[in-house]
């Protein structure tokens, strides 16, 4: 697999990095209701560093984006499957797409409303791929070398759940996660991991950055416990 070369370094201090995780806390309790007010108070002159208003806030937890050309990405499924498999984008392709309109939910508030997501079911990868006995859960890797996710079996075969390749009516962009990143429409943004590089399956749920840095395991928007998980997970 080709390394990913990086583009020019995206700033996001310890500071600004400590804050928006103590600001998640809050975005769990009242979901939109602090938006308006975080931008208030923030103002249009710092808007850009942190993940407050009605539009996509990107940012990076290495400083960087990962660049993945078209023609040399690989998405790699291993684990607890009957045939390991490493799909290109063209493969993802030319698998049955899935396309929905949905809203993006940031966990500290902010929100962008009907984004159009195409791609690929999760679901319908597991089924090419075959899932043994034993598995649990599956662990998402990213080609930033830093961000991870989790999901239980149940919650990867969710309809909304895709390995997405469009987004906002085109491919996905760099600094959205492209080519190829995750969308788990029914929680939080942090879910949603970008530059997707690999997906393990495996016989429990591993919690990801965000969940070792305070953010919930199950991050069900609005608050909901989403449908009935035969794998419940106390962290």
Same mark, same amino acid.
């Given at each position: 697999?080709?390394?990913?070369?990086?583009?020019?370094?995206?700033?996001?201090?310890?500071?600004?990095?400590?804050?928006?995780?103590?600001?998640?806390?809050?975005?769990?309790?009242?979901?939109?209701?602090?938006?308006?007010?975080?931008?208030?108070?923030?103002?249009?002159?710092?808007?850009?560093?942190?993940?407050?208003?009605?539009?996509?806030?990107?940012?990076?937890?290495?400083?960087?984006?990962?660049?993945?050309?078209?023609?040399?990405?690989?998405?790699?499924?291993?684990?607890?499957?009957?045939?390991?498999?490493?799909?290109?984008?063209?493969?993802?392709?030319?698998?049955?797409?899935?396309?929905?309109?949905?809203?993006?939910?940031?966990?500290?508030?902010?929100?962008?409303?009907?984004?159009?997501?195409?791609?690929?079911? =999760? @679901?319908? !990868?597991?089924? &090419?791929?075959? %899932?043994? +006995? $034993?598995?649990?859960? *599956?662990?998402?890797?990213?080609?930033? /070398?830093?961000?991870?996710?989790?999901?239980?079996?149940?919650?990867?075969?969710?309809?909304?759940?895709?390995?997405?390749?469009?987004?906002?009516?085109?491919?996905?962009?760099?600094?959205?996660?492209?080519?190829?990143?995750?969308?788990?429409?029914?929680?939080?943004?942090?879910?949603?991991?970008?530059? =997707? @590089?690999? !997906?393990?399956? &495996?016989?429990? %749920?591993? +919690? $990801?950055?965000?969940? *070792?840095?305070?953010?919930?395991?199950? /991050?069900?928007?609005?608050?909901?416990?989403?449908?009935?998980?035969?794998?419940?997970?106390?962290?």
């Amino acid at each position: 697999m080709t390394t990913p070369k990086f583009t020019k370094p995206v700033a996001v201090g310890r500071r600004v990095f400590l804050g928006v995780t103590g600001l998640a806390a809050l975005g769990v309790v009242f979901g939109a209701s602090i938006q308006n007010f975080l931008g208030d108070v923030v103002g249009s002159g710092l808007g850009g560093l942190f993940p407050f208003g009605d539009r996509f806030r990107i940012y990076s937890i290495t400083g960087t984006y990962p660049v993945i050309k078209d023609k040399d990405y690989r998405l790699e499924v291993s684990g607890l499957v009957r045939q390991p498999m490493t799909f290109t984008l063209d493969d993802l392709k030319a698998m049955p797409a899935t396309a929905f309109t949905k809203d993006f939910q940031c966990v500290t508030g902010w929100r962008v409303p009907d984004v159009h997501w195409e791609g690929v079911r =999760l @679901s319908d !990868i597991l089924d &090419v791929v075959g %899932v043994r +006995p $034993g598995a649990v859960a *599956l662990t998402f890797e990213s080609y930033d /070398g830093e961000d991870s996710e989790s999901l239980t079996i149940h919650q990867a075969r969710l309809p909304e759940v895709i390995v997405a390749y469009k987004m906002l009516g085109a491919p996905v962009t760099t600094e959205h996660g492209g080519p190829v990143r995750l969308y788990v429409g029914p929680m939080f943004g942090y879910k949603s991991l970008k530059w =997707l @590089s690999a !997906i393990r399956v &495996v016989d429990q %749920v591993q +919690p $990801g950055f965000w969940e *070792l840095h305070g953010y919930p395991v199950n /991050g069900w928007l609005n608050g909901s416990t989403g449908p009935k998980n035969p794998y419940p997970v106390q962290v």
